[in-house]
Nanobody, 123 residues
Framework: QVQLVESGGGLVQPGGSLRLSCAASGFTFSTYYMSWVRQAPGKGLEWVSSINSDGTKIYYPNSVKGRFTISRDNAKNTLYLQMSSLKSEDTAVYYC????????????????WGQGTQVTVSS
């Protein structure tokens, strides 16, 4: 069964940095697109980034472009999200998903998703 376990979240000051990790199992990680999505309290799921199987195609929305970096280590079945210059509006629960999402994607939570990791940006 698919398992996705996010970690690395926490409290950080505006302008700070944080690195999220996602440990994946139960599927052939190296053949899948992977994405990060997030959900702020009272808001819908928002696409954050996507990366193809070998890391040669990477996408971000304008809201995080230039600040976030998605990467993966297929040997470790791990997805990463390096976040810099964090803003209060980045506060959300962050999830990793073994799906491709992009601009215009309709994102609905599924049962196999992990619990996510909380990122709070505050002074």
């Amino acid at each position: 069964q698919v398992q996705l376990v996010e970690s690395g979240g926490g409290l950080v000051q505006p302008g700070g940095s944080l690195r999220l990790s996602c440990a994946a199992s139960g599927f052939t990680f190296s053949t899948y697109y992977m994405s990060w999505v997030r959900q702020a309290p009272g808001k819908g799921l928002e696409w954050v980034s996507s990366i193809n199987s070998d890391g040669t195609k990477i996408y971000y929305p304008n809201s995080v472009k230039g600040r976030f970096t998605i990467s993966r280590d297929n040997a470790k079945n791990t997805l990463y999200l390096q976040m810099s210059s964090l803003k209060s509006e980045d506060t959300a629960v962050y999830y990793c998903v073994n799906r491709y999402y992009g601009l215009g994607s309709v994102i609905e939570r599924e049962d196999y998703w992990g619990q996510g990791t909380q990122v709070t940006v505050s002074s």
